[in-house]
């Protein structure tokens, strides 16, 4: 089975804090993405990655930056946190192209920012 | 830019009976895939059910069916024999096939769905 998993479930961070919240894949896949998840909004698509050390915006990348060194692990870096940042952030992960179309997620990150 | 709706924030359903959850989209591309992820309370999102947009058969994975119409953009979950397990967030989702989009999805607002014993 293919396992995705974030660094940790639950953080506060106060405002202006420098934050990472990391994401490892265990599968080899190529692509690995970050969503922010708000009630009444469903899931932003934030950055994704289709190969080490590519990156694309998605739709709301503005105070979100990442890094991708390695093919399992992808970061969401915070550089400078506001209270509008705070959220469920979710990573996924997929296989190149189209032949694996599907996205697996990691269990989120419940990020407050006081 | 394509765009995904569900019109219904929370359905409600009875053990054992039928509901069906809307979702209507909005694109100019012909070919696509489109998706129904349910993401249990506090546990990860998984993939319930994938329809590929040249297919005109509808998918169907054990209680979980869709009811595609290309022509009107709709696509419906429908969950069969409800059960206290399926209660969870579902959100639809499309998946364009052309450029760089092909790799990312579009979400709806998702729909809270209630399963009452």
């Known amino acids: 089975d293919v396992k995705v998993t974030q660094s940790s479930r639950y953080l506060v961070k106060r405002t202006g804090e420098k934050v990472f919240l990391e994401c490892v894949q265990d599968m080899d896949h190529e692509n690995m993405f970050w969503y922010r998840q708000d009630p009444g909004l469903g899931l932003r698509l934030i950055y994704f990655?289709?190969?080490?050390?590519?990156?694309e915006k998605g739709d709301i990348p503005e105070g979100y930056s990442v890094s991708r060194e390695k093919k399992e692990r992808f970061s969401l870096i915070l550089e400078s946190a506001s209270t509008n940042q705070t959220s469920m952030y979710l990573c996924?992960?997929?296989?190149?192209?189209?032949?694996?179309?599907?996205?697996?997620f990691g269990p989120g990150t419940r990020l407050t920012v006081t | 830019a394509q765009t995904v709706t569900q019109s219904q924030p929370e359905m409600s359903v009875q053990e054992a009976e039928t509901v069906t959850l809307s979702c209507t989209y909005d694109?100019?591309?012909?070919?696509?895939?489109l998706f129904w992820y349910k993401q249990p309370p506090s546990r990860q999102m998984i993939l319930v059910i994938r329809q590929e947009a040249y297919k005109q058969q509808n998918a169907t994975e054990n209680r979980f069916s869709v009811n595609f119409q290309k022509a009107a953009k709709s696509f419906s979950l429908k969950i069969s024999d409800s059960q206290l397990g399926d209660a969870a967030m579902y959100f639809c989702?499309?998946?364009?096939?052309?450029?760089?989009?092909?790799?990312?999805?579009?979400f709806g607002k998702g729909t809270l769905l209630t399963v009452n014993p």
């Open positions: 996924a992960s997929s296989g190149p192209g189209q032949a694996h179309y599907e996205q697996y």
């Open positions: 990655s289709y190969d080490v050390k590519m990156k």
């Open positions: 989702a499309y998946r364009s096939l052309l450029g760089r989009s092909n790799y990312k999805l579009t």
């Open positions: 694109t100019s591309e012909s070919d696509y895939y």
